[in-house]
């Protein structure tokens, strides 16, 4: 690759973390993207966490050789350093491919893995603290995009019953017990995420089992145990396609969302709220089907400063 190319990708990369960081600074955000694919031949994801970078290259066919690629990333990696100001042993590579919806999020970037845990760190948003893992799945364990989206919840869960699904970490837990909640019961397929997610409840002092729950089930199935109007808020953000072992039915987001939204609609009390989003960029929602006194698009309004024109996912408040 020419020298020019890398240099095309300096001043790329300098040019949207000036920008980028400088939102940053003036909310307090400590965990933001910085770089998505901008460059075709520099084809990264950037994201910071704390003082720490995470840095994805999306898989494709380069056409290099095994010495040609690891000189490219070299020098690639050494831009970056210098332009964001991390040293190289607070940077993070992975490899990535490019699939439909949060797919990533269960998927392990090696064999021989660790507690995800244990070896995490503790980074901030908005005065709350969570666990990231860089080191052993595709994903961090915060989505960074669903900043704004998880305050809307905090705002309005004041003596609320909130119930989380496909809820990975549960970040959105953590702000809905928060926003002083009564109930937030949290439910994933995974073990592993719902430890993670115990782990952050308590990490920000929400310790009380009997007032925050964890559910170990298979959410499409769960889903029609739950009580007629009996949670205030709902938070479903599942994966685009699954078809888990764990699982007794093959989950496709566009295939299901109607059938999902309204047995959530069924658990809602009446004026409650569902916020309802897919990473699947082909998604259509159906509202014909939806059984809802209203639906409203809130992608736009739930887009963060350093996703703007980046943002592959919908976002939907649904009330009954």
Request: proline share 4%.
């Amino acid at each position: 690759m020419t020298d020019e190319k890398f240099i095309m990708f300096r001043n790329r990369l300098t040019k949207v973390f000036r920008h980028i960081s400088k939102h940053a600074r003036r909310q307090g955000v400590s965990c933001y993207r910085v770089y998505d694919h901008d460059i075709p031949e520099f084809p990264f994801c950037i994201e910071f966490y704390g003082d720490k970078l995470y840095v994805a290259e999306y898989k494709r066919q380069h056409g290099m050789t095994d010495a040609a690629h690891d000189d490219w990333m070299e020098k690639s990696l050494a831009i970056i350093s210098e332009v964001v100001k991390v040293p190289a042993g607070n940077i993070f590579l992975k490899l990535r491919q490019r699939k439909p919806g949060r797919l990533g999020q269960y998927q392990k970037s090696g064999e021989g893995q660790h507690n995800l845990i244990a070896i995490g760190f503790v980074v901030e948003e908005n005065g709350l603290k969570f666990i990231v893992n860089l080191s052993d799945y595709l994903d961090t364990g915060l989505f960074p995009d669903h900043r704004i989206t998880r305050q809307l919840v905090r705002e309005q869960s004041a003596g609320k019953k909130v119930l989380n699904l496909f809820a990975y970490t549960g970040s959105f837990s953590v702000y809905a017990a928060a926003g002083g909640a009564a109930e937030v019961v949290t439910v994933d397929l995974s073990k592993t995420y719902l430890n993670w997610a115990e782990k952050n409840l308590q990490l920000n002092g929400f310790t009380d089992t009997t007032k925050y729950k964890t559910v170990h089930a298979d959410v499409k199935p769960y889903l029609k145990t739950i009580p007629p109007a009996y949670y205030d808020i709902i938070i479903m953000d599942p994966p685009t396609f699954s078809n888990s072992k764990r699982m007794a039915d093959i989950l496709d987001i566009q295939r299901d969302h109607v059938e999902l939204i309204n047995d959530c609609l069924i658990g809602l009390k009446a004026g409650g709220s569902l916020y309802f989003s897919t990473n699947f960029k082909k998604f259509a929602l159906d509202k014909e089907k939806i059984k809802a006194a209203s639906i409203t698009d809130i992608t736009r309004p739930t887009t963060p400063f350093d996703f703007e024109g980046k943002l592959f996912r919908w976002c939907y408040l649904i009330t009954r």
